[in-house]
């Protein structure tokens, strides 16, 4: 496979939101199939793009590839491809090629998107705020008063109408989140349902009260949601407990518990989220 075809998948899987893994033989000792810089790209799904040797070199190296990206967290793999005077440090292959390959496996990660389901005035510094950190934006509302470019000049895409069909069609990445504060409890509600029907297992986060939150909940076991598979991705009060009262405090205590979270810390405040409760 051509160089710029190899970079060419990678780019198309992270424009996708996918992470992919890359692995390049950095050291080898002895007979091998390929040569030290030989590069092989994983996806999350596990497909491989290009070769360092194949057989079960391959095999093992894809197998860490994906326990790689779902850690995302690089790491080095050593294999001796012959099946006696294995080094202790190296995984044996039952290859007979008489060499020891040592491989290096990066992470890609895509930019992350927060998907913002209100544009008033707490999406704003909520969008702002994930802007400056990094997030691809995407801005959701009704009114095109509020969605609009003028007012997120950054987004990557604002979208203002019938915003809970538009959600039908919206993908999370394993990176991106989700973050509710239109402020209407019906709309609320239908769009924390839709993005846990479209996008399980990614982390969404709702502003609302405590009595509120626990109604969605019940509503949601109600209407056939399964909550317990779903209550480490749902956040909700969103925020930490920082006695913020402005919305731009409020965008910091969301993006506080969001950024502790990602980075699995241990919360050196309360979480407001019922599901962490005692």
Not at 141 to 153: H, Q, T, V
Not at 253 to 277: D, R
Request: with cysteine; charged share 25%.
């Amino acid at each position: 496979m051509k160089l710029e075809e190899l970079f060419g998948r990678i780019i198309q899987e992270l424009n996708k939101g996918n992470p992919v893994a890359i692995a390049t033989i950095i050291g080898k000792e002895g007979s091998g199939p390929r040569e030290i810089g030989a590069s092989m790209v994983v996806t999350v799904d596990g497909e491989r793009i290009g070769t360092i040797g194949g057989g079960e070199l391959e095999a093992i190296i894809i197998r860490n590839a994906l326990e790689a990206i779902e850690k995302g967290e690089p790491r080095k793999v050593k294999l001796a491809l012959r099946r006696d005077n294995i080094p202790s440090d190296a995984q044996p292959t039952g290859m007979l090629c008489g060499g020891v390959v040592e491989v290096f496996i990066n992470v890609l990660k895509p930019q992350p998107r927060v998907v913002i389901i209100g544009a008033g005035h707490l999406g704003k510094p909520i969008a702002e705020i994930g802007n400056l950190l990094g997030f691809r934006t995407v801005i959701m509302d009704r009114s095109d008063e509020l969605a609009n470019p003028m007012r997120y000049p950054f987004a990557e895409q604002v979208f203002a109408g019938d915003f809970l069909s538009e959600l039908e069609k919206i993908r999370l990445g394993p990176n991106d989140i989700a973050v509710i504060v239109y402020g209407e409890v019906e709309t609320d509600y239908q769009s924390l349902k839709k993005i846990l029907q479209y996008n399980p297992s990614r982390h969404v986060w709702v502003l609302c009260s405590r009595h509120r939150a626990r109604w969605m909940v019940e509503r949601l076991r109600e209407e056939g949601v399964d909550v317990e598979k779903h209550k480490f991705f749902i956040h909700m009060p969103a925020g930490l407990d920082i006695k913020s009262a402005t919305p731009e405090e409020i965008a910091v205590s969301i993006w506080s518990e969001i950024i502790c979270v990602l980075k699995n810390c241990e919360i050196p405040v309360k979480t407001l989220s019922i599901f962490k409760e005692a």
